[in-house]
C-alpha cells in the first residue's frame, strides 16, 4: 500500500502534484510477509537454505498502469556465522511510467542467541535509489485548453513554457537497518528505512521536483500458535496475528489481522488504516507445495475513493516463493533447537 490518501491518475493532475513539492513514498506490498525484505532487513536469512522472492502489484487497476510494483529478492544463510545474506531489486511505476523509482539492494543479517529461547537478528541494507522522469508524457496547466485540452486546434500537443530539466534522472546512495527480537510465539521489530534521507531530486535549478526518500519507521510484531498437534510429516497448523505500523513524511499505515496456515494452504486477513481515513480490507490465499510458495490477494477499498466512479478497483498482488530448504536440513536445525521460532508465516 502507498500511503497516500488521494491518488491522482490524470496527467494533468499529476503534473502538477509532481511540480509542487512532492515528498516520494515507498511502495508496501500487502503480502508483506512474502517480501520481509522490503519491511525489515533484520530477516535476512530467516530461511535455512536459499529463497527467492517474486512480488507482483497492480494497485488501482480500473485506472490502468496507475501504480505497478514488482520485486525480486535472494537470500541464503550461513549457519557456521550465524548471519545472512540478500540482494533484491524492485522496480515501481507511477502513472502508467511517468514516474519511476528503482531500487537495488545488499542485505545483512546476524542472529544473537541471549538464552535457550530469546533471540535477536540485526540486520543492513545498502544499495541505490534511482527516479526518473517522462518529461514528454507530462502535461501542464498551461498546456491545457477549455474546449480541447492539451490539443491544439491542429492535432498537435500545445507547447508548453516548462522549461525542461538538463537530467530527468537521479541515483543516490541509500542505506537502512533493522532489529527483530523473538522468544517462544513471539516477535517484534522495528526497521529504519532510507537512514540517511537520500535526496534524489531531478530539478536542481529551481528545487521544486522532490523526490527524497524521507525517513519510513515500520514498528511490526505477533505471534504464532500451533492448531492442533504438531505434524512432523510437514508444514504444522497454525494462526499467527500480528500487526504493522509504518510512518514515513506525512503519511501513516496501520495493518491488523492475522494469517494461517493449514498444510498445503494458507490466508490471511488484514484491515489496513490510514489514520486520516480507513483504506482497505486486504484478502488473502495461498498453496504450497514442496518448494513453492504461491499466494494472491486483494485489497478491498473501503476509504472515500470506494465512491468515485470507477473507484481505482482496489488493489491484485501476487507473490511466488521458492524455498529449497530440504528435509534434511530442516531436521538439522530442529535437533540445534532453532526450528522453534515463529516465523512459518515469513517462510
Known amino acids: 500500500m502507498r500511503m497516500y490518501c488521494t491518488r491522482l491518475i490524470i496527467l494533468a493532475f499529476f503534473a502538477a502534484a509532481v511540480l509542487g513539492a512532492l515528498k516520494a513514498q515507498d511502495p508496501i506490498f500487502s503480502q508483506f510477509y512474502a517480501a520481509p525484505l522490503q519491511i525489515n532487513p533484520a530477516f535476512t536469512g530467516i530461511t535455512f537454505a536459499p529463497r527467492i522472492s517474486l512480488n507482483y502489484r497492480n494497485q488501482y487497476p480500473n485506472w490502468p498502469n496507475a501504480y505497478i510494483t514488482y520485486a525480486a529478492a535472494y537470500e541464503q544463510s550461513i549457519e557456521q556465522l550465524n548471519s545472512g545474506f540478500g540482494l533484491m531489486v524492485m522496480a515501481d511505476a507511477e502513472g502508467d511510467g511517468v514516474y519511476k523509482t528503482n531500487y537495488a539492494s545488499a542485505f545483512y543479517g546476524y542472529r544473537v542467541r541471549f538464552s535457550s529461547n530469546l533471540y535477536a537478528r540485526f540486520g543492513l541494507e545498502a544499495g541505490l535509489l534511482q527516479t526518473t522522469v517522462d518529461w514528454d508524457r507530462l502535461v501542464f496547466g498551461d498546456q491545457l485548453d477549455p474546449l480541447t485540452g492539451s490539443v491544439g486546434s491542429g492535432g498537435g500537443v500545445n507547447p508548453t513554457e516548462e522549461e525542461r530539466p538538463s537530467s530527468l534522472r537521479s541515483t ?99 484491515f489496513r488504516h490510514a489514520f486520516g481515513n480507513p483504506d482497505a480490507a486486504i484478502f488473502a490465499l495461498g498453496f504450497r507445495e514442496g518448494v513453492l510458495r504461491i499466494g494472491y490477494s486483494y485489497d478491498l477499498t473501503v476509504s472515500q475513493l470506494a465512491a468515485v466512479p470507477g473507484g481505482g478497483g482496489g488493489a491484485h498482488e501476487v507473490s511466488l516463493t521458492i524455498n529449497l530448504s530440504d528435509s534434511k536440513a530442516i531436521q538439522r536445525r530442529r535437533a540445534a533447537g532453532r526450528w522453534n521460532d515463529c516465523f512459518n508465516m515469513f517462510r
Not at 173 to 201: E, Q, R, W
Not at 246 to 270: C, E, K, P
Open 172 to 270: 543516490v546512495f541509500d542505506v537502512s537497518a533493522g532489529l527483530l527480537i523473538y522468544s517462544g510465539p513471539f516477535y517484534g521489530g522495528v526497521s529504519l528505512k532510507h537512514l540517511n534521507t537520500p535526496d534524489a531530486s531531478i530539478l536542481q535549478e529551481n528545487n521544486n521536483l522532490r523526490a527524497g526518500r524521507p525517513l519510513r519507521v515500520t514498528v511490526h510484531g505477533g505471534a504464532e500458535f500451533p492448531i492442533g498437534p504438531r505434524n512432523k510429516a510437514g508444514a504444522p497448523a497454525f494462526i499467527s496475528p500480528n500487526l504493522m505500523l509504518a510512518s514515513q513524511g506525512d503519511f501513516r499505515q496501520l495493518n491488523v489481522g492475522a494469517y494461517a496456515g493449514f498444510g498445503r494452504f494458507f490466508g490471511g486477513l488484514w
